[in-house]
């Protein structure tokens, strides 16, 4: 059984930075898995912000965050990260780590979301 679990969220101030982390048990990131983050806000639909395949590190992103977030995975300990730089409030969100064995820019397991808050 997959489970993933994400941990880092938090409150920050306008242009500060986190680093999210999702750990997951039931798949090896080794494998051709297609590793990606996506967001909530309130009111608003849950989009893609980032993924990367793990086969060979092929990444994408939404173009909001391009240039400000960077995915990365650590295949020894199967477990992804999104560092998220020079954020604002727009990024305020419910992040979610969703992995697929088919496809980027879906979720076919996901965790259970961490809160990033970004005050001014």
């Known amino acids: 059984q997959v489970q993933l679990v994400e941990s880092g969220g938090g409150l920050v101030q306008i242009g500060g930075s986190l680093r999210l982390s999702c750990t997951a048990s039931?798949?090896?990131?080794?494998?051709?898995?297609?590793l990606n983050w996506f967001r909530q806000a309130p009111g608003k639909e849950r989009e893609f912000v980032a993924g990367?395949?793990?086969?060979?590190?092929?990444?994408s992103y939404q173009g909001n965050v391009k240039g400000r977030f960077t995915i990365s995975r650590d295949d020894t300990k199967n477990t992804m990260f999104l560092q998220m730089n020079n954020l604002q409030p727009e990024d305020t969100a419910v992040y979610y780590c969703?992995?697929?064995?088919?496809?980027?820019?879906?979720?076919?397991?996901w965790g259970q979301g961490t809160q990033v808050t970004v005050s001014s």
């Open positions: 990367i395949r793990s086969i060979d590190g092929n990444t």
């Open positions: 969703g992995t697929s064995p088919t496809s980027m820019w879906r979720g076919d397991y």
């Open positions: 039931g798949h090896t990131f080794g494998m051709n898995w297609f």
